[in-house]
């Protein structure tokens, strides 16, 4: 069977259709693009700082284009200051412009494996708007201090204008940071990005131990990433996360934890990004049973997370189902409008009591919608935003991030379908993970 007799494009498509989607970009945006490519330089001065000259890096996917972020860390007297810059989408889309309008309907952008359907045009979320490396780029900074015991001080958000000196990859920073592999090409032919790497590691391990301290789950999920060439499957591999992911991912999580916390201070109303205490915690309770373990009977993240641990370094092999089990049943995250004199409930899963998606403005709404909130902050202007306008467009973000990982999930399974049909009759070794009137679900070793 060739892969003309499935044309994985095509059903990715009608799945965007079927789920809400719309894959198309309006007629308006194609004029508000011209205007955008024939714009002026980035603006100087009005209050930007000009932080062009440090040593500036990103880390993400092999893939990914639209890069929403980037880092620098330097050694302070109360720790190691840490900056994040976010790409400053709002500048290039106003609301109520043709862009922002798909946008805000669709609301995030979306990685079939075979094609990415991306929120905003790719000449904006992988060049005008991402801080693509040895460009000039308008971004919002999250400054914070990270003290030796993971405290988190000194904090402060402001515009300013940055330049990616390096462009680098989950894959190749992780194993170097974990001395399992050399150096990548940029990394070992500078020192200076090499100290400042191990410095923002150093930062996001603090981090992370706080973070377990408070009680976050650890759940060290296995997933499976298609292998695609000219649009061909070629396979599907294993997918984990490493330690610069894990960098990153402790970065963003204190970042988004910053900005919720200002923006609360300043009163205005805001969206967070919640995930409440699990209403099926007692299903929870007797997953852990079976394994003879007890958890308490109300929802205690810190034990959950004792207890995934204590099962990865008893039985590693069966880990990946026990920690699959858990992400289900402790229910999926949502967004909701936040007042600042409203009691909000959390992030269980990150044990925060403050958050809020921020660092992703190419890739989602919500955190566009938290940067124009902030930026309002800091000009001392009015708020972009009403209060009944938030609660709808958290509900919306809501509903079309459930319907994208129903796309996801689709065609995953498809693209796995396509991957495995010419191994049809072969012997595999697995790992059984489920078995159901529909069939027996396993997991290829």
């Given at each position: 069977m060739s892969d003309t007799e499935f044309d994985l494009f095509a059903s990715a498509r009608q799945e965007m259709i079927d789920e809400g989607f719309h894959p198309d970009f309006p007629l308006g945006v194609q004029e508000q693009l011209k205007i955008l490519q024939s714009r002026a330089a980035l603006p100087a001065g009005g209050g930007l700082r000009d932080l062009r000259s440090l040593l500036w890096s990103s880390i993400d996917n092999d893939s990914s284009r639209d890069l929403d972020q980037a880092e620098f860390a330097e050694r302070v007297s109360g720790g190691i200051r840490v900056m994040i810059a976010i790409a400053d989408v709002d500048s290039d889309?106003?609301?109520?412009?043709?862009?922002?309008?798909h946008a805000s309907e669709e609301t995030t952008s979306v990685y079939t494996g075979i094609k990415t359907f991306p929120m905003l045009p790719e000449l904006l979320s992988t060049d005008i708007t991402s801080l693509n490396e040895?460009?000039?780029?308008?971004?919002?900074?999250?400054?914070?201090?990270?003290?030796?015991?993971?405290?988190?001080?000194?904090?402060?958000?402001?515009?300013?204008?940055?330049?990616?000196?390096?462009?680098?990859?989950?894959?190749?920073?992780?194993?170097?940071?974990?001395?399992?592999?050399?150096?990548?090409?940029?990394v070992a032919a500078s020192a200076a990005l090499q100290a400042q790497l191990k410095l923002q590691d150093e930062a996001a391990q603090?981090?992370?131990?706080?973070?377990?301290?408070?009680?976050?789950?650890?759940?060290?999920?296995?997933?499976?990433?298609?292998?695609?060439?000219?649009?061909?499957?070629?396979?599907?591999?294993?997918?984990?996360?490493?330690?610069?992911?894990?960098?990153?991912?402790?970065?963003?999580?204190?970042?988004?934890?910053?900005?919720?916390?200002?923006?609360?201070?300043?009163?205005?109303?805001?969206?967070?990004?919640?995930?409440r205490t699990p209403e099926r915690w007692p299903r929870i309770v007797e997953l852990a049973a079976r394994y003879g373990e007890s958890l308490p009977i109300q929802p205690d993240s810190g034990a959950l997370n004792a207890f995934l641990q204590k099962r990865k370094a008893a039985d590693a092999v069966h880990y990946a189902d026990v920690s699959l089990a858990v992400v289900k049943l402790k229910g999926p995250g949502e967004y909701v409008l936040s007042r600042p004199d409203g009691d909000q409930p959390g992030h269980f899963a990150l044990a925060a009591h403050d958050y809020t998606h921020s660092t992703a403005p190419n890739r989602r709404f919500a955190d566009t919608v938290t940067q124009r909130l902030i930026k309002a902050v800091l000009s001392q202007s009015q708020p972009p935003y009403s209060d009944p306008q938030l609660d709808s467009i958290a509900r919306n973000?809501?509903?079309?991030?459930?319907?994208?990982?129903?796309v996801e999930r689709?065609?995953?399974?498809?693209?796995?379908?396509?991957?495995?049909?010419?191994?049809?009759?072969?012997?595999?070794?697995?790992?059984?993970?489920?078995?159901?009137p529909k069939g027996v679900f396993v997991r290829v070793a």
């Open positions: 889309v106003t609301i109520g412009s043709p862009i922002d309008q040895a460009a000039d780029r308008l971004a919002v900074v999250i400054e914070m201090v990270v003290g030796g015991d993971g405290a988190i001080s000194s904090t402060g958000i402001y515009r300013a204008l940055v330049r990616n000196q390096a462009q680098l990859t989950y894959s190749a920073v992780g194993s170097w940071l974990e001395g399992s592999s050399a150096a990548p090409a940029k603090s981090l992370l131990d706080e973070r377990y301290r408070l009680g976050a789950l650890n759940i060290d999920r296995v997933e499976a990433e298609a292998v695609i060439t000219d649009g061909q499957v070629q396979g599907i591999n294993a997918h984990k996360k490493n330690r610069a992911s894990d960098l990153i991912e402790n970065f963003m999580v204190a970042a988004n934890g910053v900005m919720a916390r200002k923006l609360t201070e300043a009163g205005v109303c805001s969206i967070r990004r919640v995930v973000c809501t509903l079309k991030e459930d319907a994208a990982r129903k689709v065609m995953n399974k498809r693209i796995a379908a396509v991957a495995l049909r010419s191994q049809i009759g072969q012997t595999f070794m697995a790992v059984v993970t489920g078995v159901t």
